[in-house]
């Protein structure tokens, strides 16, 4: 039999994880797996399955339960009465799979499935990892949050990261200058305040790099916690 999901990498995955576990007997194993996910992207549609099933299903995804859900364990769940709802929520995703893949399916081309599962193949294989690179571009984002850190003036010690918009509001009040409406440097608003007093005060500016630093760190972390025993 062959199987489909919204995201047939991960349900593979997982599949097999189970099968490692004993949770599915090893004699059992679906002949293909598709990817509505892929097929969505091909039927010109949003990846994800809210989006798709939207548009391409006109079936909205009520998203209340996954909300609620947030934060909470199965066990905390079923405490509260949730586990009903969940289940029920986790099957209508299933049929909505489903549902793509018996309306859109035979307009997906057997080239683009083959790509679908060879790039799903090319990503179980990993690509080889550039240690000196990899330890090399470690050094350095370290190196940018520590000097971005030198130039943020306030204590965020209890606090993961310094972004707070209260405190740099109270960094504003000390030093005499109108508070930025919003701290995204995308914004247009940020930008002018940047402009304006950007130079005088460089602290904003240090707290956009810190930011992108501590993102591009946590990616590289991810890389060096995942690299198997033959360098991939």
Known sequence: KN?????????????????????????????QWFCTADLAAWSGCARNLAQASAILLRNPVDKKIRKQMDGLTLAEARAQGLEDQLLEYCLNDSRRCLDLW????????EKEREISAYNREQGDRGFL??????????NNVNDILFNAEQQI???WSKNKTPSSAKMVAMQCRLE???????TDKTEPACIEWLE???????WLGALHTWRQAYSMR???????????????
């Open 3 to 31: 199987l489909c999901a919204h995201n047939a990498r991960f349900d593979e995955a997982v599949f097999k994880r189970a099968q490692e576990k004993g949770q599915i007997p090893a004699d059992v194993y679906p002949a």
């Open 176 to 182: 005499g200058i109108p508070a930025p409406v919003t």
């Open 196 to 202: 304006t007093y950007g130079k005088e005060h460089p």
């Open 153 to 155: 003036p306030w204590d």
């Open 129 to 138: 990892v550039d240690r000196e690179a990899l330890d090399q571009g470690w």
């Open 102 to 109: 018996d309306r859109y399916s035979v307009t997906w081309p």
């Open 218 to 232: 946590g990616k590289l972390e991810t890389i060096k916690s995942r690299i198997r025993p033959d360098g991939t």
